[in-house]
């Protein structure tokens, strides 16, 4: 399932549900089909996700881990590459005023 996050001041993300949720659940949002941040929230959800990206950050896994058939291991995607466009986003729409938002979008919760 997509999950759309709409800026009043930036342009759209697309996520898969399985990335978005981490996320949303960093910051505290309940994985509902629809939902905010305001101006207030912004900057303070920017610095949190920041941080657990600190947090989530782990050594690179060697090149020549492969699994238990003997195929090379497929790279994992790191928190900090789904999380910068969700930061960008947050730090640029709270500095739009006091009527900036960014709202969420999904068929269904997740």
Same mark, same amino acid.
């Given at each position: 399932?997509?999950?759309?996050?709409?800026?009043?001041?930036?342009?759209?993300?697309?996520?898969?549900?399985? $990335?978005?949720?981490?996320? &949303?659940?960093?910051?505290?949002? %309940? /994985? /509902? $089909?629809?939902? /905010?941040? /305001?101006?207030?929230?912004?900057?303070? $959800? %920017? +610095?949190? &996700?920041?941080?657990?990206?600190?947090?989530?950050?782990?050594?690179?896994?060697?090149?020549?881990?492969?699994?238990?058939?003997?195929?090379?291991?497929?790279?994992?995607? %790191?928190?900090? +590459?789904?999380?910068?466009?969700?930061?960008?986003?947050?730090?640029?729409?709270?500095?739009?005023?006091?009527?900036?938002?960014?709202?969420?979008?999904?068929? %269904?919760?997740?």
């Amino acid at each position: 399932m997509l999950v759309r996050f709409l800026s009043s001041e930036t342009g759209e993300i697309l996520m898969f549900a399985e $990335a978005a949720r981490p996320l &949303l659940q960093a910051l505290g949002k %309940a /994985t /509902t $089909a629809r939902g /905010t941040f /305001t101006q207030a929230e912004m900057a303070s $959800a %920017a +610095q949190t &996700l920041r941080e657990a990206v600190k947090q989530a950050e782990a050594p690179p896994p060697d090149e020549d881990e492969r699994d238990e058939t003997g195929k090379k291991k497929e790279p994992v995607v %790191a928190m900090s +590459q789904r999380a910068w466009p969700m930061i960008d986003m947050l730090e640029r729409t709270s500095k739009g005023g006091p009527k900036a938002n960014i709202v969420w979008e999904a068929s %269904a919760d997740f």
